[in-house]
Nanobody, 124 residues
Framework: QVQLVESGGGLVQAGGSLRLSCAAS????????MGWFRQAPGEEREFVAA????????NYADSVKGRFTISRDNAKNTLYLQMNSLKPEDTAVYYC?????????????????WGQGTQVTVSS
């Protein structure tokens, strides 16, 4: 089992940057593909980015490609999301999630473990 705790959210102006972190408990963190999802009020949870268990492969939603970077440090059991050139439409609660090894998934239903989320608000 993996427990996930996100941090790093906050209020930022459009064009600014934030770095989200997701601290994982347990020695099995390095066994999981990891993902970031977000959910805005009244909207469904949507895929943002994913990274393979080795860190060698990544995948991004078109809406964040070129602006966000997902990375991981398996020695520190930590997942990151660097967010640059933020836009008001990036405002949401951001969640990290853990998935079993295999093909990286963009579907929330395939992820086994979730953090509690961290709020990101981008003002115009």
């Amino acid at each position: 089992q993996v427990q996930l705790v996100e941090s790093g959210g906050g209020l930022v102006q459009a064009g600014g940057s934030l770095r989200l972190s997701c601290a994982a408990s347990g020695r099995t963190f390095r066994s999981y593909n990891m993902g970031w999802f977000r959910q805005a009020p009244g909207e469904e949870r949507e895929f943002v980015a994913a990274i393979s268990w080795t860190g060698a492969n990544t995948n991004y939603a078109d809406s964040v490609k070129g602006r966000f970077t997902i990375s991981r440090d398996n020695a520190k059991n930590t997942l990151y999301l660097q967010m640059n050139s933020l836009k008001p439409e990036d405002t949401a609660v951001y969640y990290c999630a853990a998935d079993r090894p295999g093909l990286m998934s963009t579907q929330a239903s395939t992820y086994d473990y979730w953090g509690q989320g961290t709020q990101v608000t981008v003002s115009s």
